[in-house]
């Protein structure tokens, strides 16, 4: 959205691609054609998210990522590439939690205090309009949205890792910004354990 290369409306190809080799698909295992960007990331569809990406260049896209706080770990000596956008690199809750914190705070994202009495630490992650439109689509951005009893007034994102070692859920409202994370200190997989069918109901 900052960069100019979409706007919440733009249309996104939902369908089988190459990208120099690399063909991801979808959690649903099917496609969905034409799509909004809305639409796109209220249903976590993972090929218009990786074309969004090839056009602003993955190592660009992670380095914007941590300017704005939000740390992330790869393989050693591996460079980002187009997995990044599907959650290939590792990440904290905490620094989850603190980056998505920026869509209640006009971009700015902060490191979760733990006392009061903490200093404030911000990033800018976003602009403030980036912020408001991407906070917009979670919060009301079709029927997924509210199929969730008690969502209103939450924008809200899911996520399950691959292998289904982490089903994870993170809700901002104005005045909090909440994660949840479930899965095992260990990494043992729990086959069935979705971020929207474990983490999600935890969080609203």
């Given at each position: 959205l900052d960069e100019g290369?979409?706007?919440?409306?733009s249309l996104l190809a939902d369908a089988p691609q190459s990208f120099s080799g690399y063909q991801p698909g979808n959690f649903q295992q099917s496609f969905h054609g034409m799509v909004s960007v809305?639409?796109?990331?209220?249903k976590s569809l993972n090929v218009?998210?990786?074309?969004?990406?090839?056009?602003?260049?993955?190592?660009?896209?992670v380095a914007m990522l941590r300017r704005g706080g939000l740390r992330l770990e790869f393989p050693r000596e591996a460079s980002p590439n187009l997995s990044v956008i599907l959650g290939?690199?590792?990440?904290?809750?905490?620094?989850?939690?603190?980056?998505?914190?920026?869509?209640?705070?006009?971009?700015?994202?902060?490191?979760?205090?733990?006392t009061p009495n903490t200093v404030r630490q911000e990033q800018r992650m976003m602009s403030a309009g980036a912020a408001f439109i991407?906070?917009?689509?979670?919060?009301?951005?079709?029927?997924?949205?509210?199929?969730?009893?008690?969502?209103?007034?939450?924008?809200?994102?899911?996520?399950?890792?691959?292998g289904f070692r982490d089903a994870w859920a993170i809700g901002v409202s104005d005045r909090y910004t909440i994660g949840v994370w479930v899965g095992r200190p260990d990494g043992?997989?729990?086959?069935?354990?979705?971020?929207?069918?474990?983490?999600?109901?935890?969080?609203?």
């Amino acid at each position: 959205l900052d960069e100019g290369l979409i706007h919440s409306e733009s249309l996104l190809a939902d369908a089988p691609q190459s990208f120099s080799g690399y063909q991801p698909g979808n959690f649903q295992q099917s496609f969905h054609g034409m799509v909004s960007v809305s639409e796109a990331l209220v249903k976590s569809l993972n090929v218009p998210a990786v074309e969004v990406l090839e056009r602003l260049e993955p190592a660009r896209f992670v380095a914007m990522l941590r300017r704005g706080g939000l740390r992330l770990e790869f393989p050693r000596e591996a460079s980002p590439n187009l997995s990044v956008i599907l959650g290939g690199a590792g990440a904290t809750l905490e620094d989850l939690v603190g980056a998505y914190s920026a869509l209640a705070r006009q971009g700015l994202a902060g490191t979760p205090r733990f006392t009061p009495n903490t200093v404030r630490q911000e990033q800018r992650m976003m602009s403030a309009g980036a912020a408001f439109i991407v906070r917009d689509i979670l919060e009301s951005g079709g029927p997924t949205r509210r199929a969730v009893d008690g969502a209103k007034g939450i924008a809200w994102k899911t996520g399950t890792s691959f292998g289904f070692r982490d089903a994870w859920a993170i809700g901002v409202s104005d005045r909090y910004t909440i994660g949840v994370w479930v899965g095992r200190p260990d990494g043992t997989p729990n086959p069935g354990f979705f971020g929207a069918n474990v983490a999600a109901p935890l969080l609203v």
